[in-house]
C-alpha cells in the first residue's frame, strides 16, 4: 500500500518567518494530497488540498506545490503567526479509501 | 449542522471489556471512516465505508468490527479491549470516497487499563 513520509517531524520559526514541509509518497497513482492541522486536543481540519493535474495551489498564506515525477509535495505557510502553531499532516489517496496520512510536523511560531 | 459527531468523548476500559463508539454525520456524505491516532504515528485507517451497506478493513482492522447502521451513522466496536488499542480515535466522513477532504469528528479518548 501508499507510504507516507514526513519531515521535518518538528519545526519553529520566528512569527513572521516562512515554514515548509515536505513529504514523500511511494504509490504513484496517488492523485489526491491534502493537508491537515490539528491544534492541541482538537480533531484535524483540512486546510488545503491539491489534485495530480496541478503542480501548485494557494491559498492566502498557504500554498502546496506537487511534484509527481519526484512523489513529492510541499506545504509552505508565509508571514507565519502564532496561530500558526499547531500539528501539521499530510496524506495522499488514490480513491481506494484508504487514505494515508504521514506522521505529522508539530509547528511552533515563536512570537 | 454538526458535522460529524462523535460519542463518547473519554472511555477507561479494563482489559476484555467491549464497547461500541458511536459516529454520525449530517452533511448527507456517502463515505465513512474509523481512524486511530497513535503519538508519532500519524493517523491510522481501521475500517471504513465507501457506501451505505458496504465496509472493509483498512491498515488496521484486528481487534475491531464496525457496522453502517444506515447513511449517517458508522460505528466502531472493541469486542474484547487490549492495552494495546488505547488510542484517540477519529471518525471522518467524505462526500464520496478518498479524492475529497475529510471532514472529521471530535475524538475518542480510549484508555484500557
Known amino acids: 500500500g501508499e507510504n507516507v513520509e514526513q519531515h521535518p517531524s518538528t519545526l519553529s520559526v520566528q512569527e513572521g518567518d516562512s515554514a515548509v514541509i515536505k513529504c514523500t509518497y511511494s504509490?504513484?497513482?496517488?492523485?489526491?494530497f491534502p493537508w491537515y492541522k490539528q491544534e492541541l486536543g482538537k480533531r484535524p481540519q483540512l486546510i488545503i488540498d491539491?489534485?495530480?493535474?496541478?503542480g501548485e495551489k494557494k491559498d492566502q498564506r498557504i500554498a502546496v506545490t506537487l511534484n509527481k515525477t519526484a512523489k513529492h509535495f510541499s506545504l509552505h505557510i508565509t508571514e507565519t503567526q502564532p496561530e500558526d502553531s499547531a500539528v501539521y499532516f499530510c496524506a495522499a489517496s488514490n480513491n481506494n479509501n484508504d487514505m494515508r496520512f504521514g506522521a505529522g510536523t508539530r509547528l511552533t511560531v515563536k512570537p | 449542522n454538526a458535522g460529524v459527531t462523535q460519542t463518547p468523548k473519554f472511555q477507561v476500559l479494563k482489559t476484555g471489556q467491549s464497547m461500541t463508539l458511536q459516529c454520525a454525520q449530517d452533511m448527507n456524505h456517502n463515505s465513512m471512516y474509523w481512524y486511530r491516532q497513535d503519538p508519532g504515528m500519524g493517523l491510522r485507517l481501521i475500517y471504513y465505508s465507501a457506501s451505505e451497506g458496504t465496509t472493509d478493513k483498512g491498515e488496521v482492522p484486528n481487534g475491531y468490527n464496525v457496522s453502517r447502521l444506515n447513511k449517517r451513522e458508522f460505528s466502531l466496536r472493541l469486542e474484547s479491549a487490549a492495552p494495546s488499542q488505547t488510542s484517540v480515535y477519529f471518525c471522518?466522513?467524505?462526500?464520496?470516497?478518498?479524492?475529497?477532504?475529510?471532514?472529521f469528528g471530535s475524538g475518542t479518548r480510549l484508555t484500557v487499563v
Open positions: 491539491i489534485r495530480s493535474n496541478v
Open positions: 504509490d504513484s497513482a496517488s492523485n489526491y
Open positions: 471522518a466522513s467524505s462526500r464520496d470516497g478518498s479524492l475529497y477532504g475529510y471532514t
